[in-house]
């Protein structure tokens, strides 16, 4: 708090308004899922449009990048992180950012860090932009020394746009000069060995990057700066790794204390306490947010449901319940961030609800899954082979909804790979089968993914074992191509009852069909399938009126062919072990 509060209070003694985070989900931007930078909420007013508070802002960004996300575990990567940044729409620009820059860098009233452990980078410029000797000068004006200034490429000093298109511009970065030493004669921040730490990134906006991958000047000159709170803290705290700062500490030591495991004391646990301390650190951020984001099987819901998976999976290695998971959730919430994000504390109870409902979810799959991943890596052990193969993967997802990328992550611990490219093939091959056996509102329903975006807390319960009929609710409708709400009269489609007494064809044996009632329509049966997620499709036409999500109905199978399918089921059965026992 301390640290956010001297950013702000800088610059806002230097004529900027403070504003508040935006969302963590864009609300104006398809082209990316999350907010991943500072400046990402403000690209209209960098695009020209006049912001409400002005021409000098400056805030605490939430931001999500989760392109990294197998990299969580060591000590520095995170998916959730503060921006603390700037702007000039229109206003200042590389004259006045600069010194800004390093007043607060090595005031003794602000950061106060020794001048003589920083470096700084400028653009080398290109085709699309010229080398950027303003900015260097501008830091020779400071006292910087011209060994400690370096010109690199756009891949190291040029920063957006944060999608595909938009601002964009060339950048000047600030790094700690740590105490490692020198890797060559040409070591620089370009390097990876370690010797310099990012801990500031002044962005020139000039630019906007159009889809067809030109750059066109902008009509006004930005500027956006920008640190990550996580990382500065770390450095001013005497350590590199984050999740010893004040923002995890309270989280690690409650899962030492719940888990009987110290932190540093075993790589491969330390790395499951991270992971677990970073990801439901971000699940609660995005929950809780104002725009309650949910797990999902599709988009950004797709990667908030990945990480409180991966999550649980590593709670599991550190043998915790799924209240001690809880818990670190509510530490969060009540603790690490009341202050600075209150809607996090107003959101409590729907976060922590909608945490337990998917923990729930995914531990019956993750049980399941496991013990049948277990038996295919002693398999592949047993054969001497490194690969699982991309069949058993894809039955582990088919059979039990085992995640391709978490197979690929527990079979890297066994030092294993995964055929991701067989496994595709598997996926290919089983809708190839599906779409010959089937009909073509079949195809589209069943085969090509449309329930895919369906809710998966939607389930069928089957009763057709002791009845033939049955009262239900319409919970999902597709037509031919998409989800849809209603079926008129005349259209084909699949519907999905919450409960039902149609049997789906598995195990050898045809599925029912009959008819189903509601209120305002009638729906004939022609197929009954089973859908991935634990959905019976009931395949058919609307005959008359009009069939609708929410609609309560009657369910009647056909009783004849019912009947007639368990008797000649029952006598293929009798049939093959006769010839099992005279042959």
């Known amino acids: 708090s301390e640290l956010r509060s001297m950013f702000l209070k800088f610059f806002k003694d230097h004529g900027h308004a403070v504003i508040s ?14 907010t991943t930078a500072g400046m990402h909420p403000l690209v209209p007013y ?19 990048r989760t392109g990294d996300i197998d990299d969580v575990g060591d000590f520095s990567h995170l998916t959730f992180f503060e921006m603390l940044g700037n702007w000039s729409l229109g206003d200042y620009f590389k004259e006045q950012m600069i010194p800004w820059s390093w007043e607060f860098l090595t005031s003794p009233e602000y950061l106060g860090l020794p001048k003589d452990r920083l470096a700084f980078s400028v653009f080398a410029g290109d085709a699309d932009c010229p080398r ?33 298109t938009g601002p964009c511009g060339p950048d000047t970065e600030m790094f700690i000069i740590t105490d490692k030493e020198p ?7 370009a390097c990876s060995c370690g010797r310099y730490l990012e801990i500031w990134n002044d962005v020139f906006m000039q630019y906007n990057k159009k889809a067809d991958g030109t750059f066109e000047p902008l009509e006004q000159k930005n500027v956006d700066t920008g640190w990550g709170l996580e990382r500065i803290l770390a450095f001013l705290n005497g350590t590199r790794d984050v999740y010893q700062t004040d923002l995890f500490a309270p989280v690690i030591a409650y899962i030492e204390e719940a888990s009987g495991v110290k932190y540093n004391a075993d790589e491969k646990l330390t790395r499951s306490m991270r992971i677990l ?30 990480l ?13 319940t799924t209240e001690q998971l809880l818990h670190i959730a509510a530490i969060y919430i009540d603790e690490i961030y009341a202050e600075s994000y209150p809607l996090m504390k107003k959101n409590r109870e729907f976060i922590l609800s909608e945490l337990q409902k998917e923990i729930a979810r995914f531990e019956s799959t993750l049980e399941n899954g496991m013990k049948e991943l277990h038996k295919i890596l002693e398999q592949k052990r047993s054969e001497g082979k490194k690969q699982i193969d991309g069949k058993s993967a894809f039955y582990l997802y088919d059979t039990f909804g085992f995640p391709l990328e978490l197979t690929v992550e527990l079979a890297q611990e066994e030092n294993l790979t995964v055929d991701e490219e067989g496994f595709a093939a598997a996926m290919e091959e089983q809708k190839q089968k599906a779409r ?15 329930f895919d975006g369906l809710d998966d807390k939607i389930t069928s319960k089957f009763v057709g074992y002791d009845a033939l009929t049955a009262e239900g609710k319409v919970v999902g409708l597709a037509s031919e191509t998409e989800l849809v709400n209603t079926l008129n009269e005349g259209e084909t489609g699949t519907l999905i009852m919450d409960v ?10 045809k599925g029912d069909f009959g008819v189903i009632r509601t209120e305002n329509g009638t729906f004939e049966v022609t197929e009954t399938v089973k859908i991935a997620g634990g959905h019976i499709g009931h395949v058919g036409k609307v005959v008359s009126g009009t069939v609708t999500v929410g609609d309560k109905a009657e369910l009647a199978v056909d009783t004849d062919n019912r009947k007639s399918v368990c008797k000649n089921h029952s006598a293929t059965h009798l049939l093959q072990k006769a010839c099992l026992l005279y042959t």
């Open 308 to 320: 409180i998976r991966r999550a649980v999976r590593h709670g599991r290695t550190l043998n915790m």
């Open 436 to 450: 010959e056996g089937q009909n073509f509102s079949q195809k589209l329903t069943t085969a090509a993914g449309v």
């Open 132 to 164: 950027d000797e303003e900015s260097a000068q501008l830091w020779r004006n400071c006292g910087v020394a011209d060994d400690h200034i370096f010109f690199l490429p756009k891949e190291n000093n040029w920063w957006g746009p944060a999608g595909i």
């Open 500 to 509: 039902t007494p149609f049997y789906a064809t598995m195990g050898g044996q």
């Open 21 to 34: 985070s935006a969302s963590v989900i864009p609300e104006n931007d398809p082209t990316v899922l999350f």
């Open 46 to 64: 960098l695009m020209g449009a006049k912001h409400p508070a002005g021409k000098r802002l400056t805030d605490v960004q939430k931001c999500v």
């Open 183 to 189: 890797c060559g004669p040409n070591c620089s921040p």
């Open 277 to 306: 301390a970073d990801h439901l650190r971000t699940s609660v951020m995005l929950i809780g947010d104002e725009a309650k984001l949910l797990p999902s099987n599709t988009g950004a819901g797709y990667i908030l449901r990945r």
